[in-house]
């Protein structure tokens, strides 16, 4: 069965830093484009980071370009978000998402709250 689980958020401090995880099982890790999405309080989930299957190309929304880094390990089947310079407009929570080459699958993780306040 597909599960993607992403790591515990956290509350952190404006200019801080967190790392979330997510792991993968029950499909074919490296085939699939991995993506962060995330939902602010009262707005619509929207897209924050992709990277393709052999790790090789990556692209970011505007908001968070030069602030978070994705990356993944085929080995551990698992892909991350390094989150650096976090304001308080990055509070959402945070959903893993992957969808393979040919888009006959979508899979979703079950998302994780992060907080940025002081």
């Known amino acids: 069965q597909v599960q993607l689980v992403e790591s515990e958020g956290g509350l952190v401090q404006p200019g801080g830093s967190l790392r979330l995880s997510c792991g993968a099982s029950?499909?074919?890790?490296?085939?699939?484009?991995m993506s962060w999405y995330r939902q602010p309080p009262g707005k619509e989930r929207e897209f924050v980071a992709g990277?393709?299957?052999?790790?090789?190309?990556?692209n970011y929304a505007d908001s968070v370009k030069g602030r978070f880094t994705i990356s993944r390990d085929n080995t551990k089947n698992t892909v991350y978000l390094q989150m650096n310079s976090l304001n308080p407009e990055d509070t959402a929570v945070y959903y893993c998402?992957?969808?393979?080459?040919?888009?006959?699958?979508?899979?979703w993780g079950q998302g994780t709250q992060v907080t940025v306040s002081s």
């Open positions: 029950g499909f074919m890790f490296s085939r699939y484009v």
């Open positions: 998402n992957a969808v393979d080459d040919s888009y006959r699958h979508l899979y």
């Open positions: 990277i393709s299957g052999a790790g090789g190309s990556t």
